[in-house]
């Protein structure tokens, strides 16, 4: 058997990120050939990975991106068991280089970002696994979101506490300098208020038809001639607290969002899409 020097040793550390004793073992069993233990630590990886599935992930981080011209923007969230583990640099770099994936990749959701190909090789669920491995916690990737608007831009906030935030694309012909300003407002209204659709179409018809029910059984004995108003008037009421665009603007609550956007961005701009994220959710 070839001796397991040192160098050998940090070369496998550095490219894998396991322990020294971890390398060593690995480095044995693979006879020295480092690509072989490498490839044995991340198979290790999926099977401590296996292990702690399913226990409870609570604590996390949120990390966003957007371009220079505010054209294109993601957001990610993972979530895992302490904060003490969301503190390593290690989740760190992971976090910062998934949103950087996403921005990249554009996933349409979780399970096709798990099975993308990841930048150091491999796929980024093997990626997560050796993650799992290295940290000793059951980490999830929560969620992920690219928007890419050639003809408007793209905004993101992430709270301080780095649990929640919100990423957005608006169509609108004011540049990255002047919206920048408006969409993070807007993404931190969307954090405060969590709306439920970008338009009342959005809005689910069964909810819809159950508040109109309600709104029925509290109009009995009333005149006819006014239950049509009282209906128009509390629906009204009902799609303000869920469409984003009709909510209280948070700046000023006697403007809508939509309202609010124009002004500050001009006839014609309008929210094309919004995302809001929130660890343990």
Known sequence: MPEITASMVRELREKSGAGMMECKKALSAAEGDVEVAFDELRKSGLKTAAKK??????????????????????????????????????????????????????????????????????????????????????????????????????????????????????????????????????????VVFNPEALDRDAVDADTIEREKAIIRENLNGKPEEIQEKIMVGQLEKFFAQRVITEQPWIKDDKSTVGKALTAALGEGTRLAAFRRFQLGS
């Not at 099975?115 to 997560?128: F, M, R």
């Not at 491995?133 to 780095?162: F, R």
């Open 53 to 190: 599935a399913g226990r409870s992930t609570s604590e996390g981080r949120l990390a966003a991106t957007v371009s220079e011209d505010c054209h294109t923007g993601a957001m990610v969230s993972i979530a895992c068991e302490t904060d003490f583990v969301a503190k390593t640099p290690d989740f760190e770099q992971f976090l910062g280089d998934l949103c950087a994936h996403v921005l990249k990749n554009t996933p349409a959701d979780v399970e096709e970002c798990l099975a993308q190909e990841w930048t150091h090789g491999g796929t980024v669920a093997a990626a997560l696994a050796a993650l799992i491995g290295k940290l000793g916690e059951n980490i999830l990737i929560d969620g992920v979101q690219a928007y890419a608007a050639p003809s408007g831009v793209v905004g993101a906030y992430v709270h301080h506490d780095q649990k929640k935030g919100a990423l957005v694309n608006v169509e609108t012909s004011s540049d990255c300098g002047v919206a920048t300003g408006s969409l993070r407002d807007l993404c931190m209204h969307i």
